[in-house]
């Protein structure tokens, strides 16, 4: 990494660090939404950038990480925070469960599985399955996390807990890229079949990378669960799952910074067009004038639309995500005299 | 066994539906090995344009209920070739030579597109189809009262299934798609024009879903912007049933999940109705993973 590159990151983390500032609570909340969604994306990334399983199931994952934590924190009152591993385990220990009989299935396949899985997990979830879910309704009167006897409440707190989370996940995650197990996942997804050759067990490197996403998830699912205190199915729907697959694939997959760029674009974009009202009255009139009458009450509700052909003309001129994943480069002054350069 | 034999005709109804928006995935799937994630919204396009085609041209006062509702069909899958057409030049076509998962993305974008455009148009409330265009008849059936339009349905669907599956064996073109589902390059080898091919794929699966469309609004009444989503990945899990790529197979796939969803609903629980068809594909994938009648494909090594 350049000493450039460094002072860029430092930058932009000193900026985001200061905003809860300058930032009005709506606008720290979209940040606080940002930091969730690209911490999702990243657990994400793990297993559709860097395994290359194509899994648009993740916000199953998420939902049983936050059910979890409100089942626990409202029926046993464990705090919050302590439900954290917990949630991140039992998400685990059900992707697992889940994972382990499609694990074989190639691409397309294992998608519309993946997709199978986080409806049923919604639908069971609106019937009150165990009786323990709350149905359609959801579960409320979450409490809030606590920390040293602080309870975090306003978003401007929420912010600094969501992105400190944030912060450890990339550093954790930039060291599992680099380690034996971050190249046998790349390896797999390249050439599943070399790897296998080479002595690389794919089954169960896919399954880890699964299980270890989920866990992410699940702990996600937590502070989600802490933030709003109150869940309901509708929010772990298909929808989700889609919005964290563009989130990866946008922004650049089994890239970090890509992926936490991707976020910002599709959480905080959407809510920066909310705010151009002077754009509606403009495009009513240029409507009007092509002869379809289109009422544009406020942009909106056309953010949406303008949203998706972005998705499209992105793919077109930028395939690879907006920042890819760099190529895999050995620092040579690492290497020990007389290993390897002789 | 009258509630039986109820379940099971509005089973293959809604299971015709199906297995027309499910060929659109298994033709595209077969030419482009794409998941056209936008072909549910242009079905939700057939249901809105055939609503307002409906209402704007007054059709009912002309015709009788038939000719109506025939000159409706052809018009609807018309115009939604026209989108699906579209669709194809400018959101799939550049990408034809990159990563699948691009396209894949690309698709995903060009479904928000289209539901959020029918959205901004119609509004967000359900729409209500006029219920006075085909008569409030039922059929005798063994002493069984059938509402018509199930009938009607069910036949409307298997006579195109036909036609489709006579014309991608016994015509020109149809032998042309089929080569170029096998293999595009040697397909491209022999003289065959393959853009064209991809082009009427997205002429005859998006005119396809547009009918069903049209026959969701006839026979439920009552048409929203989200609801392409939901039968679109029905439909998909119907195509994946009867093995993708495969025309017979999303004919037998989506007639196969009506029915099994429809007698699932009935007798199992009505609350769990939409996950049957999940729990259905996750069981056939895990057991036969190329579908019923998919052929076993030697894995490129």
């Known amino acids: 990494m350049t000493r450039k590159r460094i002072g860029l990151y430092a930058g932009l983390a000193g900026l985001l660090l200061v905003s809860p500032a300058v930032l009005n609570a709506y606008w720290v909340d979209v940040l606080n939404n940002v930091g969730l969604y690209a911490i999702l994306a990243l657990s994400l990334n793990i297993i559709l950038g860097h395994a290359g399983l194509f899994h648009m199931g993740h916000a199953a994952f998420y939902a049983v990480g936050a059910y979890t934590t409100a089942i626990l924190n409202t029926s046993f009152n464990i705090p919050v925070l302590?439900?954290?591993?917990?949630?991140?385990?039992?998400?685990?220990?059900?992707?697992?469960?889940?994972?382990?009989?499609?694990?074989?299935?190639?691409?397309?396949?294992?998608?519309?599985?993946?997709i199978g899985f986080v409806e049923i997990v919604r639908i069971a979830l609106i019937n009150n399955i165990f009786g323990i879910t709350g149905g359609s309704n959801g579960i409320f009167g979450i409490d809030r996390p606590m920390i040293f006897g602080f309870k975090i409440r306003r978003p401007h707190e929420f912010f600094y807990l969501i992105w400190f989370f944030l912060a450890v996940t990339v550093y954790l995650f930039h060291r599992l890229e680099n380690s034996r197990f971050?190249?046998?996942?790349?390896?797999?997804?390249?050439?599943?079949?070399?790897?296998?050759?080479?002595?690389?067990?794919?089954?169960?490197?896919?399954?880890v990378a699964f299980v270890l996403g989920a866990i992410w998830a699940g702990m996600v699912g937590t502070i989600y669960a802490a933030k709003m205190t109150i869940i309901a199915p509708?929010?772990?729907?298909?929808?989700?799952?889609?919005?964290?697959?563009?989130?990866?694939?946008?922004?650049?997959?089994?890239?970090?910074?890509?992926?936490?760029?991707?976020?910002?674009?599709?959480?905080?974009?959407?809510?920066?067009?909310?705010?151009?009202?002077?754009?509606?009255?403009?495009?009513n009139q240029t409507f009007a004038v092509v002869g379809l009458n289109v009422d544009f009450k406020n942009f909106a509700q056309a953010r949406m639309l303008v949203f998706g052909a972005a998705m499209v003309i992105m793919m077109i001129f930028r395939t690879q995500g907006l920042l890819p994943q760099l190529p895999r480069t050995y620092p040579l002054h690492k290497l020990k005299a007389g290993r390897g350069a002789k | 066994m009258e509630f039986f034999i109820q379940q099971l005709t509005n089973g293959l109804a809604v299971g015709g539906i199906y297995a027309l928006i499910a060929l659109g995935y298994t033709m595209v799937y077969g030419v482009l090995k794409l998941i056209n994630?936008?072909?549910?919204?242009?079905?939700?396009?057939?249901?809105?344009?055939?609503?307002?085609?409906?209402?704007?041209?007054?059709?009912?006062?002309?015709?009788?209920?038939?000719?109506?509702?025939?000159?409706?069909?052809?018009?609807?899958?018309?115009l939604v070739?026209?989108?699906?057409?579209?669709?194809?030049?400018?959101?799939?076509?550049?990408?034809?030579?990159?990563?699948?998962?691009?396209?894949?993305?690309?698709?995903?974008?060009?479904?928000?597109?289209?539901?959020?455009?029918?959205?901004?148009?119609?509004?967000?409330?359900?729409?209500?189809y006029p219920h006075n265009i085909l008569p409030k008849m039922a059929v005798s059936l063994m002493g069984l009262d059938i509402p018509l339009i199930r009938i009607l349905i069910l036949l409307t669907s298997v006579v195109m299934m036909v036609m489709l599956y006579l014309f991608i064996q016994r015509t020109r073109v149809g032998t042309a798609i089929r080569a170029v589902a096998i293999d595009q390059g040697a397909a491209k080898l022999m003289g065959i024009n393959v853009d064209r091919v991809i082009m009427i794929v997205f002429i005859i699966g998006p005119a396809l879903g547009g009918a069903a469309g049209l026959m969701v609004g006839l026979y439920y009444g009552q048409i929203n912007f989200t609801m392409g989503w939901i039968y679109g990945l029905k439909a998909f899990t119907a195509a994946i049933l009867g093995g993708i790529g495969n025309i017979p197979?999303?004919?037998?796939?989506?007639?196969?999940?009506?029915?099994?969803?429809?007698?699932?609903?009935?007798?199992?629980?009505?609350?769990?109705?939409?996950?049957?068809?999940?729990f259905?594909?996750?069981?056939?994938?895990?057991?036969?993973?190329?579908?019923?009648l998919g052929e076993r494909v030697a894995e490129k090594v």
Do not use: C
């Open chain 1, 234 to 283: 509708e929010s772990f729907n298909f929808w989700e799952s889609v919005v964290m697959f563009m989130i990866v694939l946008l922004g650049g997959s089994g890239s970090i910074r890509g992926v936490i760029l991707g976020a910002f674009l599709v959480i905080g974009l959407p809510e920066i067009f909310r705010g151009l009202d002077s754009l509606s009255a403009f495009l």
């Open chain 2, 37 to 78: 994630f936008a072909h549910g919204d242009l079905f939700t396009i057939g249901a809105y344009l055939g609503l307002t085609l409906l209402t704007a041209l007054g059709l009912t006062d002309r015709m009788g209920p038939f000719g109506v509702v025939l000159t409706l069909a052809v018009m609807v899958m018309g």
């Open chain 2, 249 to 278: 197979g999303a004919m037998v796939g989506g007639i196969l999940l009506g029915v099994i969803e429809a007698l699932g609903a009935a007798y199992i629980s009505i609350a769990w109705k939409d996950a049957i068809a999940f």
């Open chain 2, 280 to 292: 259905v594909l996750i069981i056939i994938l895990i057991v036969r993973p190329t579908g019923l």
């Open chain 1, 82 to 114: 302590w439900l954290l591993p917990i949630s991140g385990m039992m998400a685990g220990l059900f992707a697992l469960l889940v994972a382990r009989p499609i694990i074989h299935l190639r691409g397309d396949y294992l998608l519309i599985v993946t």
């Open chain 2, 81 to 128: 070739a026209l989108v699906g057409i579209i669709l194809e030049r400018a959101a799939y076509r550049p990408l034809r030579q990159s990563h699948r998962l691009s396209a894949v993305v690309s698709a995903l974008g060009a479904s928000i597109f289209f539901q959020n455009a029918v959205m901004l148009i119609y509004g967000a409330r359900y729409q209500v």
């Open chain 1, 182 to 207: 971050g190249r046998a996942l790349n390896f797999l997804r390249e050439d599943d079949v070399a790897a296998e050759g080479s002595g690389i067990n794919t089954t169960h490197y896919k399954l």
